[in-house]
């Protein structure tokens, strides 16, 4: 679905349901979950962009990791924003780095199996960026920073790992979901627990009650 063919200020909400007041630019299942436990009303839409090409050239001028979570989380509530009125947008975007090197959401089992390879005995960080727009305007943005620590994993439960995680494997950035079989990946973690699943929400709640999109 696109904003072609869908305008959220036109979307009834069914029977007696709040009128969502936010859209979510975004079809990760992760952060809508979490948007709807924190009882938030929002729509969630798609807002492609070419994620590959900003971060190799933001790579090419040296940016900070933070600031390519940035720039993809405004670019996607941007190609919203323009045809939302007065809705909040919320785009957010996560980056996963490793002795400096940036990793992406794995493409297949393989690319999994290599991130986890990669990753495995090490430490990592977890950058997560939210922005919120208004009438094309960046009216907001948080960013927040977790570090993890693999435990060293064998050849042997990386496979195993794959086999019962199936195709959630390619959905999350490292290859894991903390909130599931994830956890067991690891041997120390540091940080917030929403900004490892990929948004700052408390930072963000505090936002939306500020604005009134939220009850005080």
Excluded: C
């Excluded at 349901?17 to 859209?23: D, G, H, T, V, Y």
């Excluded at 929002?42 to 050239?57: G, N, Q, S, W």
């Excluded at 190609?79 to 007065?86: F, I, N, Q």
């Excluded at 400096?100 to 005995?121: H, I, N, Q, V, Y």
């Amino acid at each position: 679905m696109t904003m072609a063919d869908h305008d959220p200020q036109d979307q009834a909400p069914p029977g007696d349901a709040p009128e969502p007041r936010l859209i979510l630019a975004s079809e990760s299942p992760a952060r809508a979950a979490m948007l709807r436990g924190a009882g938030l009303d929002f729509i969630a839409l798609p807002a492609r962009i070419d994620e590959t090409a900003v971060k190799e050239a933001m790579q090419a001028e040296a940016a900070p990791p933070e600031d390519v979570a940035v720039m993809l989380a405004e670019m996607k509530a941007r190609r919203l924003s323009a045809r939302a009125g007065r809705l909040a947008v919320l785009g957010a975007d996560q980056m996963l780095v490793a002795d400096g090197r940036w990793f992406d959401k794995p493409a297949s089992r393989a690319d999994a199996r290599a991130t986890l390879e990669a990753l495995s005995g090490r430490r990592h960080e977890l950058i997560s960026a939210a922005v919120v727009m208004v009438d094309g305007n960046r009216v907001w943005h948080a960013i927040g920073r977790a570090r993890l620590t693999m435990r060293p994993l064998s050849a042997a439960f990386i496979e195993h790992y794959l086999d019962r995680a199936g195709d959630d494997m390619l959905t999350s950035v490292g290859a894991y979901q903390l909130e599931g079989l994830g956890a067991q990946l690891f041997s120390k973690i540091e940080g917030d627990y929403f900004t490892i699943l990929g948004l700052p929400l408390i930072e963000l709640l505090d936002f939306l009650r500020g604005r009134g999109v939220i009850e005080t």
